[in-house]
């Protein structure tokens, strides 16, 4: 049972243009949502996150809208780079999303976005 | 600046043999946790740690057992590996104990089990 769904395995853009990833979620907890970026063969890297007290978070070519009523977050990258084809990773946090007494992290699988030059 | 470093990147294991994957860190973090990747899977919490000397089981914990001995090093110990143990394995650190501070993460190790 995905608690974080992103249903594009793969995004493919233009190099200059905007890309949107998207990212769903089913639990009402979850108050905390991060970005992550994985080259091949690294580990994820942090990008950007957001609260569910703001409606987006904006750093530099990277901005990450949240649409609580429909528990939908994106991720806007305007102008996207050849070096910004990655792994993007979804992943939010809740009250009562723990393991044991700390919070944990909800992972999605994942979008690859491709950026073409 | 060497950030979270996992020693080894490959492995390749045979059914029932005994490994031990290390993870550092030179960030003074407090918080270490060990995840695994699996295809259609999310990143998924074995184990973490809020400081030296102490553990905690994450999602998936069964087969493994870690030690975080020194605040820098947090070790993930597989006894007898199995086949549902061939995975990506990443470590990773944080400054603090709830989800919103962000991880720094090293490059995983690749581990295959036959």
């Known amino acids: 049972d995905q608690q974080v769904k992103q249903n594009s395995p793969s995004l493919s853009v233009q190099e200059g243009r905007i890309s949107i990833l998207n990212c769903d979620y089913t639990n009402s907890m979850f108050d905390y949502f991060l970005w992550y970026k994985k080259y091949p063969a690294e580990g994820p890297t942090f990008l950007i996150s957001i609260s569910s007290i703001k409606d987006k978070n904006e750093d530099g070519r990277f901005t990450v809208f949240l649409n609580k009523s429909a528990k939908h977050l994106s991720l806007h990258i305007v102008p996207s780079q050849p070096g910004d084809s990655a792994v993007y990773f979804c992943a939010a946090s809740g009250e009562g999303v723990n393991a044991g007494n700390n919070r944990k992290l909800i992972w999605g699988l994942g979008t690859s976005l491709a950026v073409n030059p | 600046n060497a950030g979270v470093t996992q020693t080894p990147k490959f492995r390749v294991l045979k059914t029932g043999q005994s490994m031990t994957l290390l993870c550092a860190q030179d960030?003074?973090?407090?918080?270490m946790y060990w995840y695994r990747q699996d295809p259609g899977m999310g990143l998924r919490l074995i184990h973490y740690s809020v400081g030296e000397g102490t553990t905690a089981k994450g999602e998936v914990p069964d087969g493994y057992n870690v030690s975080r001995l020194k605040k820098q090093n947090f070790l993930l110990g597989l006894e007898s590996a199995a086949p549902s143990q061939t995975s990506v394995y990443f470590c990773a650190s944080s400054t603090g104990g709830y989800s919103n501070q962000p991880q720094h993460f090293g490059d995983g190790t690749r581990l295959s089990i036959l």
């Open positions: 960030m003074n973090h407090e918080y």
